[in-house]
Structure formats: C-alpha cells, structure tokens
C-alpha cells in the first residue's frame, strides 16, 4: 500500500513538474512573441515602403527586415498567420519604425497610400523609359518622347542645370535628354507624378550624384554630354567596373587615332532597335547616321549623344579611366571581356572563342 502511495506521489510530482514546464515555456514564448512584435524603436523614422504586384505578405518579410521596420522574420510570419489580416495592397506606404507588426499589415491592409515608386534600371533609353512611365501613370508615351522634343521647355532645364547645354537641342539627337536621366528608385506623390516632375527628379538626382566630379569633366578634354555619350556607351558593353574602365579607355584610344569606335550597340540605337530585340539586317548594320559608329562616316567621332541613361559607376568610370594600349575588345557569349592591341591578336581571340564554343551568336 505504501509502494503504491510513494508511485502515485511520484506520478503527481512528475505531472506538476511537467506542468510548470509547459507553464514557463508559454510564459517565455509570449514573452519573446510580444518583444518582437513591438516597434523596432521608440524614435520616428518614416520609411516609404512599396509593395509591388505579386507581393505576399509572407514575401515582404525580408524587406521589412531589411528596412528595419520588424524585429524579427519568424515572428512577423507567427503573426500574419495566426491573424485575420486583409487583402495586401499594391503601392507606397509611409511606414514608421516606430509602428508594431499589427499597426504595419493593418496600414498595408489598409490602401492608404498616395505614393507612386518608378524604378527606372541602367542602361535604358529613352523609349524604354517612356514605357515604364506610361504604365505607371496616366500619360502617354508619345506625350513623353514628345516633350523632349519643346524647345522651350528644354530651355528652361539648360538655364537651371549645369550640366545640360544647346548640345541637346542638336537636331540630329533623336531625344534631347536621353543620357541625362539618372537611373534608380523614385517616389512620387500619385497626385503630383505629372511627366515634368518625373524629369525634374531625375534630373535633380543627376545633378546631385555628377557633381563630385565636374572639376574633373571640365579638366578632360571632353565636355560633360561627350563624356555622357562615352558612359552610354560603356554601360552597353560591360558589366564591372574594371571591364567599364578599359572600354572607355579603348574608345578614346581609337577616337585619338581617328579610328571608328566599331561600338555594335551604337548600331542597334541608331535604326531604333534595342539589343537583343532582333538581328540587324546587312543595311542596318552599314546604315549611315548620327549614331551609328561602324560607319565609316563616323571615323574618329562619337555618336552625336548618349545612346542610354548610363549608371552613376558607368560615368564615374568614363570621366578619367586609367591608360592603357588597347584598341580592340570583344566580348563571350558569358559577356566576359577580352581586350587587345593589335587587330591579328584580336582576330586570334575571336577564333579561339568560336573554337571552345564560346562565341556570341544571335
């Protein structure tokens, strides 16, 4: 009888302790679950969040992370799952560091956004961006292209920024301001996203990012849109930065030699196609115009403007690149860079791609 009262003793002190286990675990996980679930900080920090089309709330938690507007992936995705949340909505959010997890999915739950986000990548003309902007808002496309074309409007833009001169107003430029719009992220106002503010933004973050180096422009021989034209160029034919230095050394190389730069992406821009979209028939690829560097009409010059909107790096590394002796590069179907002298070595490189399988073909 006794053996039987010291098992079941046992028995409840084993289920208590069991219990005060189970107890102290829920304990510490709301605690954990309550702390990470707070606001990251206590100071207010707007951030501009978007939420793009096809976004979950499941996928915005890394961003979120990164923006430092969650503690903690885990238990933002604990929360949206054992949440009745509402439907997530496209756009731009004002968010605060100082808001919990509840107070932000109810604000991206909420459609209370009047911010449009417009990212525009490196390296796209000016026909590409008018694309984007007709998406995005409710103009047109032509309308675009076509207000590049008032010249009192233009005029306006040369009088206020240091960089832009009647060289845009050139009549064989095809779009006045193509090169000049720098590439990135921009937010605008849904209300206030009208085709001269996206310029302006553009225009004032070029201002502000190719400043540092307008001493060193005016330094060179080359003005600012014959620098622009080079970078547009560069941005076209390389990736990194090393590659991006090379080639513009390359190209004022052959333009000291009065030497055609040969560039084939001047090619495609000069007859309005855009890389990759189709090949160029024979009379294309000889067609002679304003831009269109294969052309023995452009012997020893640039193109007559940028041929994209290049990178802030692809600029950077066009204003002074680094000397060397190469005239001739060519590039593998992995975009790798080959540079040389003389015309025979390049000629040996071409055909040691197309040996080891290797050379581009469209």
Known sequence: MKKKRRRLKKSVKRFLLFMLTIIIIIVLWK????????????????????????????????????????????????????????????????????????????MLASNKTNKLSITFREGLNIRQMADIIAKKTNTKKEDFINLLKDTTYLDSLISKYWFLTDEIKNPSIYYSLEGYLLPDTYTFDVNNASQKEIVKAMLDNMDKKLKPYKSEIEKSNYTVHQVLTVASMVELEAISNSDRENVARVFYNRLKRGMSLGSDVTTYYGVKINVGERDLYSAEISAANSYNTRSSSLNGKLPVGPICNPSIDAIKESINPKENNYLYFVADKNRKLYFTNTVSEHTKIVAKLKKEGLWYEW
């Open 31 to 106: 605690v954990e679950y309550n702390y990470n679930i707070r606001p990251v900080s206590s100071k207010s920090k707007t951030v501009d969040y978007e939420v793009t089309s096809g976004s979950t709330y499941m996928s915005l938690a890394n961003s979120l992370k990164q923006q430092g507007l969650i503690r903690s992936k885990l238990f933002y995705k604990i929360y949206v799952k054992t949440h009745k949340v509402g439907n997530l909505n496209v756009g731009v959010y004002e968010l605060n560091t100082n808001m919990s997890v509840k107070e932000i999915v109810a």
